[in-house]
């Protein structure tokens, strides 16, 4: 049998090959290196590997130093050194981003009332043909703007009419009044009056009024309303003689109105002023109007009102009664 020859080189390489994976595997496992705690005599302290050691000395590896000979004759103390055991692998979770903070809302502005607007205009023509021929012409308008606690009133009538050759009215006046509720329970409010205006058939050229005063709401719903009044008003009259009349007048009055059904509706005012220093002269204003809808802005009006003087002009009665219908339009 003929062995082959394997070249020399080959066979040292070889070996030296397989002497180095050995020596791998073994170191790879051998056991973890022995550390040592060294207490010397002079008091210092080293820990390291022990990489060998005989009767003399001891060879030691530590951190800054590959190889330190130490004589045994000046070690004190020698402690194994607790092998740290790695401590298990903490898997951090990611922190969940948090939900934005909300942010406060601004805090909601307050709220304002919207003010309300109200309309309504009354036309009324009242003819007659007969052996005296008569006509009288009206128009009433009023218009009102209410706010939150505040409301505004104002009112203008006026007519014209005659009965043959005789003017039986010749007329125009208007008011204006704010009124104002006070307190939580809104009962009590003040209101400031202004009017002006003509009566030439009571010989009035000029005349005007204004004051201030308080009042009470007694009743206050949807389909009834009651208030009471109560002020002072300055009043001036010039009459068509040229003289005049200014004094300050105590104002007394109400001012009624209610809802019969979705059709039918009552309005009613009535005032007394009696002069400041003689309660004997007097004027009385009363009003009343009844209102029937037609269609959803258009009604029939029936009114009434009475105006009494205990002193007019000279030659001037002091009862006048005027009865007024016609259509009104609101809006």
């Known amino acids: 049998m003929i062995c082959p020859v394997v070249p020399t080189r080959f066979a040292l390489a070889l070996i030296t090959s397989a002497f180095v994976t050995i020596s791998a595997l073994a ?12 207490q010397l005599k002079n008091g210092d302290r080293l820990t390291g590997e022990i990489l060998r050691e005989d009767d003399t000395n001891l060879a030691l590896k530590t951190r800054w130093n590959a190889e330190l000979l130490l004589p045994k004759t000046e070690i004190e103390k020698r ?4 092998q740290a ?9 990611e922190p969940k981003p948090s939900p934005p903070a909300e942010m406060p809302l601004p805090a909601a502005a307050p709220v304002k009332p919207k003010g309300v607007w109200k309309g309504k205009i009354q036309l009324g023509a009242d003819l007659r043909e007969s052996t005296v021929s008569s006509y009288l012409y009206s128009a009433n308008a009023r218009v009102s ?6 409301k505004t009133a104002a009112d203008y009538r006026y007519s014209y009419g005659k009965s043959g050759q005789v003017r039986s009215a010749d007329r125009m006046d208007g008011t204006l009044k704010s009124d104002l509720n006070l307190g939580e329970e809104r009962e ?10 003509y009566d030439l058939v009571r010989k ?15 009743i206050a719903s949807k389909d009834m309303a009651l208030n009471a009044e109560a002020g002072l008003s300055y009043q001036q009259q010039n009459f068509s003689n040229g003289t005049k009349r200014d004094e300050m007048r105590f104002r007394i009055g109400e001012d009624y109105f209610w809802q019969i059904n979705s059709k039918l509706k009552l309005e009613q005012q009535a005032e007394i002023q009696p002069a400041f220093d003689d309660v004997v002269d007097y004027r009385i204003r009363f009003e009343t109007t009844l ?15 009475d105006q009494y003087d205990s002193k007019p002009a000279n030659g001037v009665s ?3 009664l005027q009865v007024r219908s016609g259509l009104g339009f609101s809006f």
């Open 291 to 305: 209102s029937y809808v037609l269609f959803s802005n258009i009604s029939w009006n029936f009114s009434l009102i």
């Open 145 to 150: 703007y209410a706010r939150g606690e505040w």
């Open 204 to 218: 009035i050229d000029y005349q005007f009024e204004m004051g201030p005063g308080f009042g009470r709401h007694l």
């Open 27 to 38: 170191q790879t496992n051998s056991a973890p290196a022995k550390l040592e705690i060294i």
């Open 188 to 197: 009590w409010f003040v209101y400031v009056l202004g009017g002006a205006g």
């Open 79 to 82: 402690e194994p050194q607790a």
């Open 85 to 93: 055991v790695p401590a298990p692998e903490v898997v951090v979770a």
């Open 318 to 320: 002091n009862n006048d």
